[in-house]
């Protein structure tokens, strides 16, 4: 919402959906639905998404559905594209989706570099007031850290230039301060640690994780891979780890943040 000072405030959430596959083991898309909508999110980024990929999801398009049902635009960013079953049906594929209630100015798909299952990042231009903020969300390769090396430098190569409000979101697998991510730290800040207000789900006998922001696994979280990172333009008021644990295999974070 547009303040008296010309700044707009924005809550985005970023969430791995295992392909709408909770830990009891039923995809249902509706509780990923839900869970979204009680957010009232302007912006959604999402990873591990189907759209007609197969049985495990029931060839459904995650994206679309997700997207109509929420009332959002649609970016869309496949890392894996492949041809249906037959001539006539859809193409099988999985990746990324960012969901705007903010004006989508443009977007695009981007490949990233690896050697092991394809990555990409899906880049979102969003109308911000008189300005734009750029909304670059990806899944990072899992296994190599090389890769995630070489996949950080090509995400900050997307990045519009100094002076321009931009957002690096989504499952990095990897820690906030691991050597892989050099090249974010270079132009961008970890939003967990700039925000003024902070909240996980550490419970019971995990209390002493408090305020680390655990993301995965979701029944008991034990790393904050799943982040948010935020250029000078943008600050951040507060951010959050929902509970996603009958959902997925990740927690949903949310970042409340101010752009101008």
């Given amino acids: 919402m547009d303040g ?4 707009t405030a924005l809550r985005l959430v970023t969430f791995n959906t295992h392909h709408g596959v909770g830990d009891d083991g039923r995809h249902d898309l509706a509780r990923i639905a839900a869970l979204l909508h009680d957010t009232d999110a302007d912006v ?3 990873q591990e998404v189907d759209r007609h990929f197969g049985d495990r999801s029931k060839t459904v398009d995650q994206a679309a559905v997700l997207a109509e049902g929420l009332g959002r ?12 079953p037959t001539r006539d049906a859809p193409r099988r594929q999985y990746g990324n989706a960012v969901l705007s209630r903010l004006p989508m100015v443009d977007d695009s798909v981007h490949r990233l570099p690896g050697d ?19 909304v670059v969300a990806t899944h990072l390769s899992s296994g190599s850290m090389r890769e995630r090396a070489a996949q950080a430098t090509a995400l900050v190569d997307l990045l519009p230039g100094p002076g321009s409000a931009s957002l690096v979101v989504g499952d990095l697998n990897a820690t906030a301060g691991a050597p ?15 925000a003024g207000s902070r909240g996980d789900q550490a419970r019971g006998w995990q209390l002493w994780k408090r305020d680390q922001g655990l993301t995965h696994p979701a029944r008991r979280p034990r790393v904050r891979i799943d982040q948010v ?10 951010a959050r780890v929902l509970d996603g644990s009958a959902c997925s295999d990740h927690h949903p974070l949310q970042v409340d943040v101010v752009v101008g």
């Avoid at 635009?73 to 249906?84: M, V």
């Avoid at 990172?229 to 507060?238: C, F, G, K, L, M």
């Fill in 180 to 194: 892989e991510l050099v090249p974010l730290r270079t132009r961008l800040a970890d939003a967990w640690q700039q």
């Fill in 229 to 238: 990172w935020v250029s000078p333009e943008v600050r951040v008021t507060a």
């Fill in 4 to 7: 008296a000072d010309g700044r």
């Fill in 73 to 84: 635009s649609l970016a869309w960013g496949p890392a894996i594209d492949r041809d249906g």
């Fill in 116 to 134: 092991g299952e394809p990555r990409a990042a899906v880049r979102a231009v969003l109308g911000v007031g008189d300005r734009t903020l750029t």
């Fill in 44 to 46: 959604i980024c999402l």
